[in-house]
């Protein structure tokens, strides 16, 4: 009989610590979608640097979590942080590298880091994953084009006044490039609101 009963308490402890370990992982979890969420809403209203802090606490390499690293990403994109969003970006592709838009992000950080060539296989990559990535291609065809466009050499003086006036029109094509990728990356950020909106509504001040 003792037996018996000290087994039901046995089993009792066992159920009573899966609950409790149960339920710290669900609120460790919530804790963490609540914190992504304020970001999110601190990204969205064009405070980068308040949402950056926010994701930077979440960052662990351990945890196969991919969302921190690329919003952070996407954060420090947004304040003209190319390089720390290239490495934040190439992180989260070690935790994740089947996820298009991921390729896409960094491809467009390549780009404005002028590292080209990455550029372009980054967008590739992102339209291998997802063909029908109307955003990589335009961006692609982009990144080809200032590829193959040729930088030209200003000089200074009387003497180089006419070739400056001759590369005036490459001047310009570069211009707008980068006004379509402005208006690209616009309409990314939108397309990605519509298919998925922040997921938390909270007070006061308020992501990718």
Same mark, same amino acid.
């Given at each position: 009989m #003792?037996?018996?009963n000290l087994l039901f308490y046995h089993i009792i402890l066992v159920l009573v610590i899966l609950i409790l370990l149960f339920l710290f992982y669900t609120?460790?979890? +919530? *804790? #963490?979608?609540?914190? =992504? +969420?304020?970001?999110?809403?601190?990204? $969205?209203?064009? =405070?980068?640097?308040?949402a950056a802090k926010i994701w930077e606490k979440d960052i662990n390499? #351990?945890?196969?979590?991919? !969302?921190?690293?690329?919003?952070l990403g996407k954060a420090f994109y947004k304040q003209g942080k190319f390089?720390?969003?290239? #490495?934040?970006?190439?992180? &989260?592709?070690?935790? @994740? $590298?089947?996820?298009?838009?991921? =390729?896409?992000?960094l491809g467009n950080a390549y780009y404005r880091d002028? *590292? !080209?060539? $990455? &550029?372009?296989?980054?967008?590739? @990559?992102?339209m291998l994953l997802d063909p029908n990535d109307e955003n990589a291609k335009a961006n692609y065809e982009l990144a080809l084009?200032?590829?193959?466009?040729?930088?030209? *050499?200003?000089?200074?003086? /009387?003497? @180089?006044?006419?070739? $400056?006036q001759q590369d005036s029109p490459e001047q310009s094509s570069r211009e707008e490039m980068e006004n379509r990728l402005n208006a690209?990356? *616009?309409? /990314? &950020?939108r397309d990605r609101m519509a298919k998925n909106p922040?997921?938390?509504k909270g007070k006061g001040d308020k992501w990718w």
């Amino acid at each position: 009989m #003792k037996d018996k009963n000290l087994l039901f308490y046995h089993i009792i402890l066992v159920l009573v610590i899966l609950i409790l370990l149960f339920l710290f992982y669900t609120l460790l979890f +919530s *804790q #963490k979608s609540l914190r =992504h +969420s304020r970001a999110s809403l601190f990204y $969205n209203k064009g =405070h980068y640097d308040k949402a950056a802090k926010i994701w930077e606490k979440d960052i662990n390499s #351990k945890d196969k979590d991919y !969302i921190p690293e690329s919003s952070l990403g996407k954060a420090f994109y947004k304040q003209g942080k190319f390089e720390e969003s290239i #490495k934040k970006l190439e992180d &989260a592709l070690k935790e @994740n $590298n089947e996820v298009s838009e991921l =390729h896409y992000d960094l491809g467009n950080a390549y780009y404005r880091d002028n *590292q !080209i060539d $990455n &550029a372009l296989q980054e967008y590739l @990559n992102a339209m291998l994953l997802d063909p029908n990535d109307e955003n990589a291609k335009a961006n692609y065809e982009l990144a080809l084009k200032k590829k193959n466009t040729i930088v030209p *050499q200003f000089g200074f003086g /009387e003497n @180089n006044k006419e070739e $400056n006036q001759q590369d005036s029109p490459e001047q310009s094509s570069r211009e707008e490039m980068e006004n379509r990728l402005n208006a690209l990356d *616009q309409k /990314e &950020a939108r397309d990605r609101m519509a298919k998925n909106p922040p997921p938390f509504k909270g007070k006061g001040d308020k992501w990718w």
